[in-house]
């Protein structure tokens, strides 16, 4: 199942600078594990904003529920998230 999902993220200003660091860190290594496992299959920084659009490739719902409560800054997030869906015109998918 693929998803598009949109994190704004806003650490706030007064957060002890070595667990910040330490966070955006963890955060990295997190999601370049599951970009390996073939889960999160793009990220893209979004011009202008402390914000990425990713798209996730899992096997449900709940697995994408998973995947976003445990990322590391998800505390200081906001995250919407859309399902997709084939496009008839996509000339992609034949
Ligand atoms: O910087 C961001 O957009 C937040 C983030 C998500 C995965 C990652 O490595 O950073």
Request: charged fraction near 20%; charge should be negative; avoid cysteine.
């Amino acid at each position: 199942m693929l998803f598009a999902v949109k994190m704004d993220v806003n650490i706030p200003n007064d957060l002890d600078p070595e667990l910040r660091a330490e966070t955006i860190a963890t955060e990295k290594a997190y999601s370049q594990q599951l970009q390996r496992d073939g889960e999160w299959v793009h990220i893209w920084r979004v011009v202008g904003q402390y914000s990425n659009l990713s798209i996730f490739d899992v096997r449900d719902n709940e697995r994408l529920h998973e995947i976003l409560w445990n990322l590391p800054l998800f505390p200081y997030m906001s995250v919407e998230v859309t399902p997709l869906a084939q496009h008839p015109s996509d000339i992609a998918a034949g």
